[in-house]
């Protein structure tokens, strides 16, 4: 069975653009998480969907987004980048995100804002 | 909502000896308390995982205690080796609504060999 996908494994942006990250899930996984992870910051929620649903989102401004298709492939977005966007940003899938279900992490996509 | 502090940040052992991370948590709801090894440049992976129903779980060379009275829990790696070098995260969760995961800031564990 394949991991969590995550693409692109790195990029780099300049202030004031917006990205685009994509997360594929394992195969029947229907629940993706997003989390951003910087050093010391461990590994802070940004948010989750369940069946094309956005279901739990953490304290992060608006400029941060995502959504997810029928497939259950997830995407973040982030606009207007700023330098302190600067982060690991991993997803993790789980069948359902019930309590006590084992999350699968994804490799993260390197983001860099100059 | 849940607040997670874990401690220390950094923990440098000798090979051979144990190693100690400890974790508390605010919200006297959750019930459901994971440990993710992250090595370096590699993704997170649970590697062991506690509910409030029990009070300490082990498997091999690692255990997890659990004090709900106290809001902590702590992982134990007795016998530590090089390949344990890695940053190990604590997480709680909440019962009642958000089955998400809080995690700890995430302690950086180098055995010297």
């Known amino acids: 069975k394949a991991g969590v996908t995550q693409t692109p494994r790195y990029l780099i942006k300049t202030r004031g653009q917006q990205v685009t990250l994509s997360c594929s899930p394992i195969?029947?996984?229907?629940?993706v998480s997003w989390y951003q992870q910087t050093p010391g910051q461990g590994l802070q929620f940004l948010f989750e969907?369940?069946?094309?649903?956005?279901?739990n989102k953490g304290n992060f401004p608006g400029r941060f987004s995502g959504r997810q298709f029928s497939n259950s492939r997830s995407e973040m977005n982030v606009s207007t980048l700023e330098l302190g966007d600067s982060a690991l940003y991993l997803c993790?899938?789980?069948?359902?995100?019930?309590?006590?279900?084992?999350?699968?992490f994804g490799s993260g996509t390197q983001l860099s804002v100059l | 909502g849940e607040n997670v502090e874990q401690h220390p940040s950094t923990l440098s052992v000798q090979e051979g000896d144990s190693a100690v991370i400890k974790c508390t948590y605010s919200?006297?709801?959750?019930?459901?308390f994971p440990w993710y090894k992250q090595e370096l440049g590699k993704r997170p992976q649970l590697i062991i995982d506690?509910?409030?129903?029990?009070g300490e779980k082990k498997d091999q060379r690692i255990a997890v205690t659990l004090n709900k009275t106290a809001k902590h829990f702590s992982l134990h790696i007795t016998e530590t080796q090089p390949e344990d070098s890695a940053v190990y995260f604590c997480?709680?969760?909440?019962?009642?609504?958000?089955?998400?995961?809080?995690f700890g800031r995430g302690t950086s564990l180098i055995v010297h060999p």
């Open positions: 969907y369940f069946s094309e649903t956005q279901r």
């Open positions: 506690i509910r409030s129903n029990v």
């Open positions: 993790a899938s789980s069948l359902q995100s019930t309590l006590g279900e084992k999350l699968f």
């Open positions: 997480a709680a969760s909440e019962g009642g609504g958000s089955y998400i995961p809080t």
């Open positions: 195969s029947g996984h229907r629940s």
């Open positions: 919200d006297s709801a959750s019930n459901y």
